[in-house]
T-cell receptor, first 116, second 113 residues
């Protein structure tokens, strides 16, 4: 079945460091891929998305490229800030199979802590 | 802020009791999905409603049930609560029938003791 595997945390970085959080997926068909962020005590916020191979999603300095050949969607940011401290979830949607149901499959999340 | 609101934000129940969680979807959204997020885990899909009908279900027992109302708000009901039901319950609404492009509420933290 469809699934997402993301790197285990926690990840601790100094402000202005480079961030990579790895995410790989297993899916039949052509899923859409997402990164969600969860700040303490809050629900999920969509950070960025990509709907087809080679698409690059970007938002707030974060980027991720949909790589079909390596089934990956790694999250990157060139210079992290203290305010980026949160839990990051990689997810896929099986909408591409033509199903009327587009449930999201999430990874286990990666806790990011950025120190000043 | 997404416009998806959930109530209550926190509650504590005793094992064996029943609970109802509520979700008000974003304006214009007619699909609602519910997810369970256990501590330290990613959210797991419970079920999805489109225009008041169940549109799909994840691997949860029948004691997890739901409703969607004509205004597209939704309820999640859990009967015979178990300790493992303790989790953050997230509601997500979408303007698409397949539930993608979803916006999440802040969640309801349920603790079963």
């Amino acid at each position: 079945g469809d699934s997402v595997t993301q790197m285990e945390g926690p990840v601790t970085l100094s402000e202005e460091a480079f961030l990579t959080i790895n995410c790989t997926y297993t899916a039949t068909g052509y899923p859409s891929l997402f990164w969600y962020v969860q700040y303490p005590g809050e629900g999920l916020q969509l950070l960025l998305k990509a709907t087809k191979a080679d698409d690059k999603g970007s938002n707030k300095g974060f980027e991720a490229t949909y790589r079909k050949e390596t089934t990956s969607f790694h999250l990157e940011k060139g210079s992290v800030q203290v305010s980026d401290s949160a839990v990051y979830f990689c997810a896929l949607s099986d909408r591409g199979r033509g199903s009327t149901l587009g449930r999201l499959y999430f990874g286990r999340g990666t806790q990011l802590t950025v120190w000043p | 802020e997404t416009g998806v609101t959930q109530s209550p934000t926190h509650l504590i129940k005793t094992r064996g009791q029943q609970v109802t969680l509520r979700c008000s979807s974003q304006s214009g959204h007619n699909t609602v999905s519910w997810y369970q997020q256990a501590l330290g885990q990613g959210p797991q899909f419970i079920f999805q409603y489109y225009r008041e009908e169940e549109n799909g279900r994840g691997n949860f027992p029948p004691r997890f049930s739901g409703l969607q109302f004509p205004n597209y708000s939704s309820e999640l009901n859990v009967n015979a609560l178990e300790l493992d039901d303790s989790a953050l319950y997230l509601c997500a609404s979408s303007m698409f029938r397949d539930g993608t492009e979803a916006f999440f509420g802040q969640g309801t933290r349920l603790t079963v003791v």
